[in-house]
């Protein structure tokens, strides 16, 4: 099985494609039904905006957290995962076109700070003898996470309405994501200290050794002192 930080950046990975694939499938109706001026050029315009926000900031970040340790790290995806969460809650409010395209650009904004982040923690952490396995776990939980929030999405949004959605993906991407977000903040201080215990219980073998020759030589010099 995965360690404990793989463990949690897999669940934080799906939690977060669960609360955020609520609104995939049913957003083209939304924002041609439910916005005033939104058609599909609105829905495709809006994607754009995501990806090329996304695409611009990606790997800036990428290359700021490159020379950071993992407290930081753990920080920037911390920010992008609380940034994300929220995107679907401002949706509650957007009565335009506009509104639609700066919720994306935010939410593209969040991606490239999480995305990164993630990548560099997994990649650091990852077991390695366990590599192809632990990977292909992540990758088969974020199609199970799309198989769920494709099957809820529109059942919710059918029966209780698009707000009712953005509320529910915005919890749920508070709950789970935000929060074991903090949980990995505090666990990334762990290993150093697991490092330290490692490294004085590896020394002590050769600290009772070097005991041992001083005790031996010792009494060598007593046996030919009284010879």
């Known amino acids: 099985m995965p360690n404990k930080i793989i463990s949690s950046l897999i669940y934080l990975d799906f939690s977060l494609a669960t609360a955020l694939g609520l609104l995939s499938p049913v957003m083209a109706v939304y924002i041609t039904e439910q916005v005033k001026g939104g058609d599909l050029q609105t829905v495709g315009f809006a994607t754009s905006a995501f990806y090329l926000t996304k695409s611009l900031f990606q790997l800036f970040v990428a290359r700021y957290i490159d020379r950071r340790k993992d407290p930081q790290k753990m920080a920037v995806m911390f920010v992008g995962t609380s940034i994300m969460a929220a995107v679907p809650f401002l949706y ?44 292909s776990l992540d990758s ?15 059942v ?21 994501g935000v929060l074991p977000s903090l949980y990995l903040m505090y666990t990334s201080l762990k290993p150093k200290v697991a490092k330290k215990q490692y490294e004085e219980a590896k020394t002590l073998p050769e600290k009772i050794k070097e005991q ?16």
């Open 140 to 154: 088969v939980m974020i199609g199970i996470s799309e198989v769920i929030a494709g099957a809820l999405s529109g």
């Open 92 to 135: 509650f409010f957007a009565s335009a076109v506009w509104h639609i395209y700066l919720f994306e650009v935010l939410a593209g904004v969040g991606a490239a700070l999480f995305v990164p982040a993630w990548y560099a923690l997994f990649t650091k952490n990852v077991d390695t003898n366990n590599i192809s396995f632990e990977w």
């Open 156 to 176: 919710m949004a059918q029966h209780y309405g698009f707000r009712a959605l953005f509320v529910t993906a915005g919890t749920v991407g508070f709950i789970t």
């Open 212 to 227: 041992v020759g001083i005790l031996e030589g010792q009494n060598e010099t007593a046996a030919g002192a009284g010879a």
